[in-house]
Nanobody, 120 residues
Framework: QVQLVESGGGLVQAGGSLRVSCAAS??????VAWFRQAPGKEREFVAA????????YYADSVKGRFAISRDNAKNTVYLQMNSLKPEDTAVYYC???????????????WGQGTQVTVSS
């Protein structure tokens, strides 16, 4: 059974940091991405990591503040979030599949999400 399990969300003050994790089980994936969804908004792309020669991709809104990485031995992808802003508040989802895309519909596998709340 393929599963993606996120962890590490929580409440943090603006300017603070959090690291969320996405642990995969059942198979390995070439591409793992993070998306987020705030109340009343569409799910949006945050970051992705892909390939054996690891390539990373970021939304403009998080570039320079967030960093995505992977530990292949643990089959886990991390999203380090620094200089957090209130507008980063959302449920963060990890998604996985073969190719890289910024569109949610391109990913077949999803985690259950983890809440990140940034207070002002």
């Amino acid at each position: 059974q393929v599963q993606l399990v996120e962890s590490g969300g929580g409440l943090v003050q603006a300017g603070g940091s959090l690291r969320v994790s996405c642990a995969a089980s059942g198979r390995t994936f070439n591409t793992v991405a993070w998306f987020r969804q705030a109340p009343g908004k569409e799910r949006e792309f945050v970051a992705a990591i892909s390939g054996r020669v690891t390539s990373t991709y970021y939304a403009d809104s998080v570039k320079g503040r967030f960093a995505i990485s992977r530990d292949n031995a643990k089959n886990t992808v991390y999203l380090q979030m620094n200089s957090l802003k209130p507008e980063d508040t959302a449920v963060y989802y990890c998604a996985a599949d073969l190719g890289v895309s910024r569109l949610p519909r391109s990913y077949a596998y999803w985690g259950q999400g983890t809440q990140v709340t940034v207070s002002s």
